[in-house]
């Protein structure tokens, strides 16, 4: 289904757009990952371990965090960064920090941004959590 819908993408004409900003956002991901192990001074073998255990760590990520777990996925992010970071000889020590860092790095525009917008909209904690408290799960 998704591959006929971008086929009718405006005739096919947005299709290398797509895949354009498609790339850069994955080649965004694995450059953060990548900086996050620098920071760490994670030692690997290679440049090219350094580079694989990244894109590992990524699409590891995209895939696990599809597990129904806690909200923001704490806990399934670490332990992901964890065995992945394992296969390439990193302690489980380190690639759980290595795990908590990303995920902060990860998470902190998103929530960010949201807390922005709230106070924006002119919403105060306890309204947002009286909002929560009173609302029907659907």
Same mark, same amino acid.
């Given at each position: ?39 760490? *001074? ?51 020590? *380190? ?44």
């Amino acid at each position: 289904a998704s591959i006929s819908g971008l086929g009718k993408a405006q005739g096919g004409k947005l299709l290398p757009g797509i895949f354009l900003w498609s790339g850069i956002a994955w080649g965004m991901s694995i450059l953060i990952n990548w900086l996050v192990s620098a920071s760490l *001074d994670f030692q690997y073998n290679s440049q090219t371990n350094h580079w694989a255990a990244q894109i590992l760590v990524l699409l590891a990520l995209q895939i696990g965090i599809l597990i129904p777990s806690l909200p923001a996925r704490i806990g399934i992010f670490e332990y992901i960064c964890i065995i992945t970071l394992g296969a390439f000889g990193i302690q489980a020590s *380190d690639a759980f920090s290595y795990g908590l860092l990303l995920h902060l790095v990860v998470m902190s525009p998103t929530l960010l941004a949201g807390w922005a917008s709230l106070l924006i909209l002119g919403y105060n904690h306890k309204q947002v959590m009286n909002e929560l408290s009173t609302s029907e799960i659907r």
